[in-house]
C-alpha cells in the first residue's frame, strides 16, 4: 500500500509504486506502509493554495479561524485513541504519544484560545501605537500586519509527526495562510492519520491544508515571494534547504542543538533539587526514546558529585524504565524510530568514547526486550537502544559540544566554579533550551545573564516549581521555541508572535480618516458621529466613531474633601494647600485622579438598562493638567473598536475618552473596556 497524499482537495497516490519507500514497525521490523511521491503535481497543489486556500482564509477574520482550530482540536481529541495506537509501530509508547499527539492537539487549543484573546476579529493587527507625524494630528502613521499572500510549505523531522506539523500549522492558519505540510518518511503514516482525520471532519476550509506523502522535489524552485519555509531537522540540512530558497521567501528552521542541563553546586544529594534533576534526565532520556530536539544531551553538574548522579540515575532508570514493544502494557520506552536510526545512534556513541568518554550507565549492547506478547527476550530485528550516560571533566574534547546522538544518550560533564558551567553551556554553539536546577538565586542570575544569548529558552528548577514544571524538554506554545546559532536562529510558537512569522509588517502613513477605514480603529481627528447616546445602541448600529460629548462639571474643594475622606487618600497634594504647592507638579491643592474618572463616568454613562451590559476595564490611563478646585471638566467618549464575539450574543468595544477642563487643556485620555449587546 502506497500512503496517500491529500492535494488539491482529494486523496492521491502514484499510478505506480515502483521504488517506493518501505516503512517498517520499530519494535518487530514488519512493514507498516511504503511511501512514494512520484508523478506528484506539487506546482499544480501550490497554486492551488495560493488561490483557493488564500481565498477561504481571506474570507475569515482572526477569530473566525481561531474557532475553527478549536474544532480542529475536538475532532482530534475524539479519535486520538486512533493515533496512539498507530504510533506504536514507529516506537511510541503511552507517553510519547501523549507528547506528541495531546501536545499537538494542546496547540491548536491554545491558539485558539489566543486568537480570540488577544487578536482583533478583523484582518490586521496593529503594532504599537499610532506615531503623530504632523503637529495639527492630521498626518499619522501605524505599523500594521496583513497575511502573507503565499503558502506556507513545512518540512519536518521524523520524532514528532502530529505535534511538529500543528505547531507550524496553528500559527500559520490564525494568519490566514495555507500550508502544504511534509512530513518525514518514517512517520508520515502518522501524519496522515491526523489530516485525514480532520479532513473527513468536514471543518477544514478547501485548500488551506494540503500534504505531500513523500518527497517533494524541486518544491523550492516554485516558490515565489509570499510564501514562507519552515524547516525542522539536522542543521547540515536546513542549510542546504536554506541554499535553495528563492529570495523573498521567507526561511525559518529549528535544528538539532546540544541542550545542556546544570545542577547547581548548591543542589546536593538528597535535596529536592537534585532530585528533580535526576528525574528530569530520566525522563529526557527515555521519552521518545532520547529522540528529541530539546532531550537533555549534556548534564553539566559539580565534578564532586558526577558519582552521585550517576548512581541516582541508574537507580532511577532500573525503578521506572521496561524497555520494549509498545504494543506491551508494561512498557515504558520504545525502540528509536528505525534501525537505521537506532544505527545513527550508535555511531554518535561510539565518536563520544572515542573522544575519552567513560561509560558511566548502561551499555551500547542490543537490551533484551519485553515483545508485544509479555514475553522477555532478545530484540531480534527491533530498533531497541538502552539509555546511556557518558562521562567527562571539565575540559572535554570540542566533539562533546557538537556531536549529537539523537537518541538515549547523554554526556556527564564535571564543572568547578559557576562561570565554567556557563562556558560548558556555550560551547553548545546555540541551543534550544538549558535547564538549571538550582535554589540558590545568585547562581540563577549569574548563569541566566551568561547563557541566554545561547539560548532560545531558559528552564529554571527549583523546590517551588520542580512538581509543576512541564520539563526540560517541552515547548509550550505560549513561549518561544527556538534557539540562536546551531538551534537554527528560528522562533516557533511564542503565541502571537509565531503567528506575526506568516505576516507583514508594514508601515502605513495617512490621514486620521484614512487610518481609520483601513484599521478599523478611530484615530483621533477622523470623523465622528454625534446625536443619539451611544450607550442606546446595539452591536449591529454602533459604528466606529459615534461619540458623546458631554456638558461640563464643576470640580469643587468639597468635591475633594468628600472624596478624600470618603474613600480614605488623604494624600497631602489633596489636602493640604501649602505641601502642595511645595510640590512641583500642583499648583496647589488638586483633584485626585480617580475621582476625575469617576466624575466622567457620570458624565458620559447612560443609566437606564439597555445594550451596554457591563464595563470591564480601563486602559492606558494617563494624567495630564491638574485641576484645582474651581476648574470644570468635559468628557468626549468615542467608538474606537468594535469586536464582536462569534460564539456570544454581545462583543466587546473600546472607547477612547478624554477628559479636558475649561481651557480645553488635557486632563486625562484613557481607554473604556465595555461588553455590548449585539442586538
Known amino acids: 500500500m502506497i500512503l496517500a497524499s491529500y492535494l488539491q482537495g482529494q486523496w492521491w497516490t ?24 512520484a508523478g506528484v503535481d506539487l506546482d499544480g497543489a501550490l497554486q492551488y493554495a495560493r488561490a483557493v486556500g488564500q481565498r477561504s482564509l481571506g474570507a475569515l477574520t482572526f477569530h473566525q479561524r481561531a474557532l475553527l482550530l478549536k474544532q480542529f482540536a475536538q475532532a482530534l481529541t475524539a479519535r486520538k485513541g486512533e493515533l496512539y495506537e498507530a504510533a506504536k509501530g514507529s516506537g511510541a509508547t503511552a507517553r510519547d504519544s501523549m507528547i506528541d499527539v495531546d501536545g499537538g492537539i494542546g496547540v491548536l487549543f491554545t491558539y485558539s484560545s489566543k486568537g480570540r484573546r488577544e487578536l482583533p476579529n478583523a484582518h490586521v493587527y496593529l503594532d504599537g501605537p499610532t506615531e503623530q507625524l504632523s503637529k495639527d494630528g492630521t498626518f499619522l502613521g501605524r505599523h500594521v500586519y496583513t497575511r502573507l499572500p503565499g503558502v506556507a510549505v513545512q518540512i519536518n523531522a521524523f520524532n514528532f509527526p502530529t505535534w511538529g506539523p500543528l505547531e507550524k500549522f496553528a500559527p500559520a492558519f490564525l494568519a490566514g495562510v495555507p500550508s502544504l505540510i511534509k512530513p518525514a518518511t518514517p512517520t508520515a503514516h502518522l501524519t496522515e492519520a491526523w489530516v485525514r482525520i480532520l479532513v473527513e471532519s468536514g471543518l477544514v476550509p478547501d485548500g488551506t491544508l494540503q500534504l ?23 542543521a547540515s540540512t536546513a542549510a542546504a534547504l536554506q541554499a535553495q530558497t528563492p529570495g523573498g521567501v521567507r526561511f525559518t528552521s529549528e535544528t538539532d542543538s546540544i541542550n545542556a542541563s546544570v545542577l547547581g553546586p548548591d543542589a546536593a544529594p538528597g535535596t529536592p533539587v537534585f532530585d528533580a534533576f535526576v528525574r528530569q534526565l530520566m525522563v529526557e532520556l527515555t521519552a521518545k526514546a532520547g529522540q528529541k530536539c530539546t532531550a537533555i544531551r549534556r548534564a553539566i553538574v559539580p565534578a564532586g558529585m558526577m558519582d552521585a548522579v550517576a548512581d541516582a540515575l541508574r537507580q532511577k532508570i532500573a525503578e521506572k524504565v521496561v524497555i520494549g514493544d509498545p504494543h506491551a502494557d508494561a512498557v515504558t520506552m520504545g525502540p528509536v524510530v528505525s534501525r537505521a536510526q537506532r544505527d545513527e545512534v550508535l555511531r554518535g556513541l561510539r565518536t563520544l568514547t572515542d573522544a575519552g568518554g567513560r561509560m558511566l550507565v548502561g551499555s551500547a549492547d542490543a537490551p533484551d526486550v519485553v515483545r508485544a506478547d509479555g514475553t522477555t527476550g532478545p530484540a531480534g530485528d527491533g530498533a531497541f537502544v538502552a539509555p546511556m550516560l557518558v562521562g567527562f571533566d571539565a575540559d572535554a574534547p570540542d566533539v562533546v559540544h557538537e556531536v549529537e546522538a ?28 538549558t535547564s538549571v536546577a538550582t535554589d540558590d538565586p545568585e547562581v540563577a542570575a549569574e548563569l541566566m545573564t551568561r547563557i541566554a544569548p545561547y539560548n532560545g529558552r531558559v528552564l529554571f528548577l527549583d523546590t517551588a516549581d520542580a512538581r509543576t514544571s512541564t520539563g526540560h524538554g517541552s515547548p509550550v506554545p505560549h513561549l518561544v521555541h527556538g534557539g540562536p546559532g546551531r538551534a537554527g536562529g528560528g ?106 474618572v469617576s466624575f466622567a463616568a457620570g458624565l458620559f454613562v447612560d443609566p437606564d438598562p439597555g445594550p451596554v451590559l457591563a464595563n470591564y476595564g480601563l486602559e492606558d490611563l494617563r494624567f495630564g493638567t491638574p485641576v484645582s478646585p474651581g476648574d470644570s471638566i468635559r468628557v468626549e467618549l468615542t467608538a474606537k473598536q468594535i469586536t464582536p464575539r462569534e460564539t456570544d450574543e454581545y462583543g466587546e468595544v473600546r472607547w477612547d475618552a478624554v477628559i479636558r477642563n475649561q481651557s480645553d487643556e488635557l486632563v486625562a485620555s484613557y481607554d473604556v473596556l465595555t461588553l455590548v449587546a449585539k442586538e
Open 212 to 234: 505531500v506523502s513523500g518527497a517533494v522535489p524541486g518544491v523550492f524552485d516554485l516558490l515565489r515571494l509570499g510564501d514562507a519555509v519552515a524547516f525542522t531537522g539536522s
Open 406 to 433: 539523537f537518541g538515549p544518550v547523554s554526556a556527564l560533564i564535571g564543572y568547578s566554579t559557576v562561570a565554567e558551567a556557563a562556558d560548558l553551556v556555550n560551547r553548545g554553539g546555540g541551543s534550544l533550551v
Open 491 to 596: 522562533e516557533e510558537l511564542g503565541g502571537v508572535r509565531a503567528v506575526l512569522h506568516f505576516m507583514q509588517r508594514t508601515a502605513v502613513q495617512g490621514s486620521p480618516a484614512m487610518l481609520t477605514a483601513i484599521t478599523g480603529v478611530w484615530h483621533p481627528g477622523a470623523p465622528v458621529a454625534e446625536g443619539e447616546h451611544p450607550f442606546r445602541k446595539p452591536l449591529s448600529r454602533l459604528r466606529v466613531g459615534d461619540r458623546i460629548a458631554s456638558a461640563p462639571r464643576e470640580v469643587t474643594l468639597d468635591d475633594i474633601e468628600t472624596f478624600a475622606h470618603f474613600t480614605g487618600d488623604t494624600f497631602y497634594a489633596h489636602m493640604d494647600e501649602d505641601a502642595a504647592a511645595a510640590n512641583p507638579f500642583f499648583p496647589g491643592r488638586v483633584a485626585h485622579g480617580y475621582l476625575l
Open 14 to 37: 502514484p499510478a505506480d509504486g515502483t521504488g517506493a519507500t518501505v516503512v517498517r514497525d520499530a519494535s518487530t521490523g514488519a512493514e507498516i506502509t511504503r511511501v512514494s511521491t
